[in-house]
């Protein structure tokens, strides 16, 4: 064999009188970054009880072939031709066939055979790959060499950090809606096609750009999986949802198995989504400074749009599992990204651009899987605005089961409502709270309307009377509801919130009736019977029933302080 050229790393060789070329890789354990342990354990052809099989075995010497003679072309292509125009070497013909002699040590080639034991179906895999950040096994040549490319031009994390600072500082200096050209967004009107960008591109990077353009709002740039920087591919298109991820990461228990629901937010996204808040609240500020309600209509305009177009948009459930999946990650700052999302959707809700009935119930309804100690954080976390102490008023009424959630009205044609300065707004009060109408706590402040007589678009909330209130902390936990200590929290919540904004009222606003069962003890006689452990059974870890115990002593010493 003659030797063209050796390398630290390989050496490639050719028979004499011959066009075919021969890549040695160095057999060394020490060389390879395999995993010996990578290799399948199953590989036995044992029947399952349904008389299937599921097992492995070593490839045909014709597949084995077929690998080794593709890797071995790329090889030369991108890696051996540059080394010999480097040294100067030159062949007197080109190779007409280029093989990878042997693959590093411990990467071997594998069928997996499954299903009918006298026709299974087969996937070719190579094992041995150790690197945490790409699966264990290639099903093709073509994929890995793939997979390889793309892996080269993933950015570091020293690259990412400085991309993120540099959004926050454009975010800083300048106008939200200039920045906001570059997001993708819902066009107002649905019935406008979408124009979608050219689908082939010189690199790489110009195809994973050009999907951003593609993309419906930007709740899709930051889903795991739009952007895979291990160089898996993912299938889905971000224009056709689907509701499982179609990329496989392969594992020994079952390879064929391993689709699951793709993470709202991207391991590597969360500098991206920080950057976006800070847009949507630069927004809102610029519009309450203009004498409007406080709102991002950018925010609005990653909601989809109703049909017809001037209904209320209601559809916000990827900025809601945004949210709930931020609040359960165990880092703060990530909490905060989610309690900062919310805060934006209640003030979106504060107006009658957004359906409060369907953001209420998209969010009430994720409160049950969550733990105690993320509800406490989240109630607790969210600012001390007029428009937050309305929202956790009605979703604890709502989770608790003090009103019917109403599903999405039917659309009606409708004018566009006008933003306009902002004023009082007179209260709408539910049916049968008659006796609270002057109670009106959801009324936006400001200082006059505007020159036009152009509809607000602040919202008027359906009022809760005291009675209301009382109702729901003496309503007893029924099956399917809440969790005892949730429902614990909640209850509280509920009397904190309502009381806090029947203090903020003027004397002639406020409801008698609460100020009554203030004075006659009625309040806590039902905080006494609502926190009482030995009514709540479910109430079983130490923890839950320490936090039942201080939180009834933590209410009735307000009570007792707003009784004076």
């Known amino acids: 064999m003659e030797c063209i050229i050796r390398t630290p790393h390989y050496q490639a060789v050719r028979r004499p009188q011959t066009k075919t070329l021969f890549i040695v890789l160095p057999t060394d354990e020490a060389m390879s970054d395999a995993d010996p342990d990578r290799a399948p354990a199953r590989r036995v052809p044992v029947r399952d009880e349904r008389g299937l099989v599921n097992y492995y075995e070593e490839v045909e010497q014709d597949i084995d072939r077929l690998w080794r003679e ?26 007409d066939k280029v093989f990878l002699a042997n693959f590093p040590a411990h990467y071997t080639l594998w069928v997996h055979k499954k299903g009918d034991p006298h026709d299974p179906r087969k996937d070719h895999y190579l094992y041995g790959e150790s690197s945490s950040r790409c699966i264990a096994a290639v099903r093709s040549p073509s994929k890995l060499l793939s997979r390889r490319q793309k892996t080269s031009l993933a950015p570091s994390p020293k690259a990412i950090s400085a991309a993120t600072d540099l959004l926050v500082k454009f975010a800083r200096t300048n106008a939200p809606g200039s920045l906001a050209r570059a997001i993708p967004s819902y066009p107002e009107d649905p019935n406008i096609p979408t124009e979608i960008g050219a689908e082939h591109a010189d690199s790489h990077i110009a195809i994973e750009a050009l999907r951003i353009g593609r993309a419906r709002c930007c709740w899709e740039i930051i ?186 009205p039917k659309p009606q044609a409708r004018a566009r409502a006008q933003p306009r300065r902002r004023q009082q707004v007179a209260d709408a009060p539910a049916a049968g709270d008659a006796s609270s109408a002057s109670q009106d706590v959801s009324t936006t402040t400001g ?42 929290c909640l209850k509280g919540e509920l009397v904190l919130g309502y009381g806090l904004l029947q203090r903020q009222l003027d004397e002639g606003d406020r409801d008698q009736k609460w100020a009554e069962m203030l004075r006659d003890g009625t309040l806590e006689q039902a905080v006494e019977e609502a926190f009482d452990l030995r009514a709540i059974r479910e109430v079983a870890t130490a923890e839950t029933r320490d936090y039942v115990e201080k939180r009834k002593v933590a209410l009735l010493a307000v009570l007792s302080l707003w009784r004076l």
């Open 70 to 95: 593709r890797l071995g072309k790329y090889l030369y292509d991108f890696v051996v031709k540059n080394d010999m125009a480097r040294q100067g070497i030159q062949l007197p013909c080109q190779p």
């Open 223 to 408: 889903k795991e999986g739009f952007i895979r920087r291990d160089g898996g591919k993912t299938t889905s298109s971000p224009r056709k949802p689907r509701t499982r991820k179609s990329t496989r990461r392969m594992s020994d228990d079952d390879e064929d198995e391993g689709d699951e629901m793709p993470a709202p937010v991207s391991e590597h996204a969360w500098g991206v989504l920080g950057w976006l808040l800070t847009v949507f609240e630069r927004d809102e500020a610029e519009v309450e400074q203009s004498g409007q309600i406080r709102y991002s209509p950018l925010l609005l305009s990653q909601l989809p749009p109703s049909r017809p177009a001037s209904s209320p948009r209601w559809d916000v459930k990827l900025p809601v599992d945004v949210v709930f999946y931020a609040l359960e990650q165990e880092s703060e700052s990530r909490r905060s990204l989610g309690v900062r999302l919310l805060n934006l959707l209640v003030n979106l809700g504060s107006t009658t651009l957004l359906d409060f009935s369907m953001f209420l119930n998209a969010v009430s309804s994720r409160l049950s899987g969550l733990s105690l100690d993320v509800l406490t954080y989240l109630l607790a976390a969210l600012p001390v605005t007029r428009a937050t102490a309305q929202f956790k008023l009605d979703l604890c009424r709502h989770a608790l089961g003090g009103t019917a959630a109403p599903g999405r």
């Open 447 to 488: 200082q006059g309307s505007g020159a036009n007589n152009a509809p607000s678009i602040a919202r008027r909330f359906p009022s809760i009377s005291a009675l209301d209130v009382l109702a729901l902390l003496e309503r007893p936990k029924t099956s399917g509801s809440l969790p005892a200590a949730q429902a614990a």
